[in-house]
């Protein structure tokens, strides 16, 4: 069998998944992302506590990291519209 033809009638099943697991694998590298940002932008000292400043640090930073377009097309269209 050519090995060309073979991703051309791949089963549409498997392309499914691969695609699901390719969208939970970017998902996951975001929260990464956001944590590591979020972590060093608002935390000073680890202790057993947040206290208010650095919760709310948190709570913006991970919604500014929401807000902003994952992929460079939405950039495109939002700035159009």
Do not use: Y
């Not at 099943?13 to 699901?20: G, K, S, V």
């Amino acid at each position: 069998m050519n090995m060309e033809n073979q991703g051309a009638t791949a089963d549409p099943q498997l392309q499914q998944f691969i695609e699901i697991e390719s969208q939970k694998q970017r998902f996951q590298q975001l929260v990464h992302q956001m944590t590591e940002v979020c972590w060093e932008k608002c935390m000073d000292k680890p202790g057993p506590k947040l206290d208010s400043r650095t919760e709310i640090c948190f709570v913006n930073c991970v919604e500014r990291f929401i807000d902003k377009p994952i992929h460079p097309e939405q950039t495109r269209t939002n700035t159009e519209e």
